[in-house]
Antibody, heavy 115, light 107 residues
Framework: EVQLVESGGGLVQPGGSLRLSCAAS????????MSWVRQAPGKGLEWVAN????????NYVDSVKGRFTISRDNAENSLFLQMNSLRVEDTAVYYC????????WGQGTLVTVSS | DIQMTQSPSAMSASVGDRVTITCRAS??????LAWFQQKPGKVPKRLIY???SLQSGVPSRFSGSGSGTEFTLTISSLQPEDFATYYC?????????FGGGTKVEIK
């Protein structure tokens, strides 16, 4: 059974940092593109970033470029999102998704940026 | 960036109704389009990929069509479990972009 389990969310002040993790199991993690997708409270879906199978290609939405960094550890079947210089508008549930077009999704982790 | 415009943004329908949701891309995306369903408090689920290919396990009452800039998701006979919000996604170019969503509610 495919499982994606996010962790690392929480409450942080504007300008602060958080590191999200996603633990994958039940599929060959190293064969999949991986993404982070977020959803602000009561709003729609927004793709944030993705990374290719060996980590050599990374793409970001403009609003997070220079602030967020996606990475992966294929030996540990894990995906990460380092989030720096957080803004109030980054408040959202952050989902980890596997596959170039999001075949599998985790349950999400809530990030709240507030003073 | 490619803008994805969904219509309607919300609709009311009855069980058994035929429902059509449209997604328009601001430029040609060929067939690089997927449809997702999200129920309240739940994780999105992919229904359709490559504009018209049905995801394994998804009921055949769901279908997708279109190419280029105009796409549709059709539910041939709406069932109680289909009341949800639907999103299109273009993956032709970065940044990947979702439509704003269509909320299908019970009439």
């Amino acid at each position: 059974e495919v499982q994606l389990v996010e962790s690392g969310g929480g409450l942080v002040q504007p300008g602060g940092s958080l590191r999200l993790s996603c633990a994958a199991s039940g599929f060959t993690f190293s064969s999949y593109w991986m993404s982070w997708v977020r959803q602000a409270p009561g709003k729609g879906l927004e793709w944030v970033a993705n990374i290719n199978q060996d980590g050599s290609e990374k793409n970001y939405v403009d609003s997070v470029k220079g602030r967020f960094t996606i990475s992966r550890d294929n030996a540990e079947n894990s995906l990460f999102l380092q989030m720096n210089s957080l803004r109030v508008e980054d408040t959202a549930v952050y989902y980890c998704a596997a596959g170039a077009i999001f075949d599998y999704w985790g349950q999400g982790t809530l990030v709240t940026v507030s003073s | 960036d490619i803008q994805m415009t969904q219509s309607p943004s919300a609709m009311s329908a009855s069980v058994g109704d035929r429902v059509t949701i449209t997604c328009r891309a601001s430029q040609d995306i060929s067939n690089y389009l997927a449809w997702f369903q999200q129920k309240p408090g739940k994780v999105p689920k992919r229904l359709i990929y490559a504009a018209s290919s049905l995801q394994s396990g998804v009921p055949s009452r769901f279908s997708g069509s279109g190419s280029g800039t105009e796409f549709t998701l059709t539910i041939s006979s709406l069932q109680p479990e289909d009341f949800a919000t639907y999103y299109c996604l273009q993956h032709n170019s970065y940044p990947l972009t979702f439509g704003g969503g269509t909320k299908v509610e019970i009439k």
